[in-house]
């Protein structure tokens, strides 16, 4: 299946020794967020803005006497939320003109891994009748076999179980995570026990 629903949240980072310097230069980064979002031809409509925080170097105690970089840094989150994960999709692979444009992005780990899209498939509900009836066709022909090979008919269904909806990744290799593919297997594991006469 094709995820249908795509979540990118862009980590936006300010600082300046001077509090209102920093939060005009990370007002600026949002409105190029915002731009580049649109000449990029995604529906800035839903783009919302999150996670606001502030910190002050020299109000931690636990600094040390070291001097920081910045006095001031503010934290905000840019969260784009669409139901066109394949424009998504190009759009974040041409992040870094973000960077190039003075835009300065953190990784974070709120939406899982990586820091890029998070895409969902939301559709599983349309999906699960056609499944659990391919899969028990599948459990019948295991069954006629079974019959066949013990010399014997199978029967009415004694016991079924749907058994738990899986929704993986399409690529199932060492460190690939299905929220951050695009194209995902959708998995479910019937139980049906036949009488055998």
């Known amino acids: ?47 919302a803005l999150q996670d606001f925080g502030v910190s002050d170097a020299q109000s931690n105690q636990y600094g040390g006497n070291t001097r ?19 424009q998504i999709l190009r759009t974040s692979q041409r992040v870094g003109e973000l960077v190039t444009a003075g835009v300065v992005l953190s990784s974070g780990e709120q939406y899982g891994p990586g820091g890029g899209p998070t895409f969902v498939f939301t559709k599983l509900n349309e999906l699960k009748p056609k499944m659990i009836a391919e899969a028990t066709a599948r459990a019948r022909e295991a069954a006629d076999q079974f019959a066949t090979d013990s010399h014997a008919s199978v029967g009415g269904i004694k016991q079924a179980n749907q058994g738990v909806f899986e929704i993986l990744a399409r690529d199932q290799a060492p460190g690939i995570n299905e929220s951050n593919q695009i194209d995902k297997t959708v998995r ?5 026990e036949y009488f055998l006469r």
């Open 1 to 47: 299946v094709r995820a249908d629903l795509a979540i990118w949240p862009l980590h936006l980072v300010a600082a300046d020794d001077d509090l209102a310097r920093a939060h005009v230069k990370l007002e600026d980064g949002v409105r190029r967020v915002r731009q580049f979002l649109a000449e990029q031809g995604v529906d800035t409509a839903d783009v």
């Open 68 to 86: 920081p970089g910045s006095r001031f840094v503010i934290k905000q989150t840019v969260v784009v939320r669409s139901t066109d994960p394949a």
């Open 188 to 192: 479910v594991v019937s139980t049906v």
